[in-house]
């Protein structure tokens, strides 16, 4: 079935240090991808996506490129900031006519200043 | 502005008592979903709609049930029947059939069961 792997948090970086966020998902189809952010007690919120291969995602200084020979969409910012602080989830869409989306169990990032 | 809303954010209940949670969106969007989160289990999907007066089960259905009698309202109850009932819960709403497949986010409800 289709599954989205995500590297396990917590993530602790110190303020303007590079982030990486691992990401893999089952090549059933050709999904969607997408990263969401949640900011604690809060929703989730759609941050980047991308709908095809080699799409890049980009926003707020973060980028994710979809890369179908290795599966993965992995979260970079070049320089993290204290309200970057978060959950983020990968996900993508299942495939078929049921548009759901399979999420990856999320990674805790901590910035300290 | 248009949005998700979620009410309460906060719901406490005793055993043994259905409850529902609210959700409603007016971004004229025509499919809803309903998640449940847990810590360090991501969000696993309960029910989601697609049109009104049509809804399906999702991974983790046993002990809830929805309705969707309006475009704009999904509401969840919490039966007496779920195990572990407390949960943050979360609505989300996706605009149509087809790409985009995004779906978008509601502040979510914290129910805690005792």
């Known amino acids: 079935g289709n599954s989205v792997t995500q590297m396990e948090g917590p993530v602790t970086l110190s303020e303007e240090a590079f982030l990486t966020i691992n990401c893999t998902y089952t090549?059933?189809?050709?999904?969607?991808l997408f990263w969401y952010v949640q900011y604690p007690g809060e929703g989730l919120q759609l941050l980047l996506k991308?709908?095809?291969?080699?799409d890049k995602g980009s926003n707020k200084g973060f980028e994710a490129t979809y890369r179908k020979e290795t599966t993965s969409f992995h979260l970079e910012k070049g320089s993290v900031q204290v309200s970057d602080s978060a959950v983020y989830f990968c996900?993508?869409?299942?495939?078929?006519?049921?548009?759901?989306?399979?999420f990856g169990k999320g990674t805790l990032l901590t910035v300290n200043p | 502005d248009g949005g998700i809303t979620q009410s309460p954010k906060y719901l406490f209940r005793k055993e043994g008592q259905n409850v529902t949670l609210s959700c409603e969106q007016n971004l004229n969007h025509d499919a809803m979903y309903w998640y449940r989160q847990d810590p360090g289990q991501g969000l696993r999907l309960i029910y989601y709609s697609q049109i009104v007066n049509d809804f399906q089960k999702g991974d983790i259905a046993e002990g809830y049930s929805v309705s969707r009698e309006k475009k704009e309202s999904f509401p969840l109850t919490v039966t007496s029947a779920q195990k572990n009932p407390t949960a943050f819960y979360l609505c989300a709403s996706r605009k149509g059939q087809g790409v985009p497949y995004e779906q978008y986010f509601g502040p979510g409800t914290r129910l805690t069961v005792t």
């Open positions: 090549a059933t189809g050709y999904p969607s």
């Open positions: 996900a993508r869409n299942s495939g078929g006519s049921n548009y759901k989306l399979t």
């Open positions: 991308a709908t095809k291969a080699d």
